[in-house]
């Protein structure tokens, strides 16, 4: 499977955003998982959101929540994540990741374990 993903950008705070996860290669399978995570300069890699690939069952973290919302298209192999009342907080550099099973465990959740990535999108947010 490969990961590719887009749709980052340079915006001011409060507006919008729609990153995109295009998955091509082997096709994601229903024990999928797939995840946003970002990771700031000079700081780890932190989880985002997370979406089963099967059913569309979601997870967020605690700082996106209210403001993300994660989604799949399962017939055109993406996933997406709009991001509304984007905060400076927000600027990093986006990444998909795929894995089989949940990513709400310990290791998944800084990013360890993930099955397949793709290169990341820069987002900025600017006050």
Not at 58 to 84: H, W
Not at 105 to 120: A, F, I, Q, S
Request: net charge positive; hydrophobic share 35%; glycine share 12%.
């Amino acid at each position: 499977v490969q990961l590719q993903a887009s749709g980052g950008g340079l915006v001011q705070a409060g507006d919008s955003l729609r990153l995109s996860c295009v998955a091509s290669g082997r096709p994601l399978i229903n024990r999928h998982s797939i995840g946003w995570f970002r990771q700031a300069p000079g700081k780890g890699r932190d989880f985002v959101a997370a979406i089963k690939w099967s059913g569309g069952s979601t997870a967020y973290a605690d700082p996106v929540k209210g403001r993300f919302t994660i989604s799949s298209d399962r017939a055109e192999n993406t996933v997406y994540l709009q991001m509304s009342r984007l905060k400076r907080e927000d600027t990093a550099v986006y990444y998909c990741a795929a894995a089989r099973g949940t990513l709400l465990t310990k290791p998944r959740l800084v990013g360890y374990g993930m099955d397949h990535w793709g290169k990341g999108t820069q987002v900025t947010v600017s006050s």
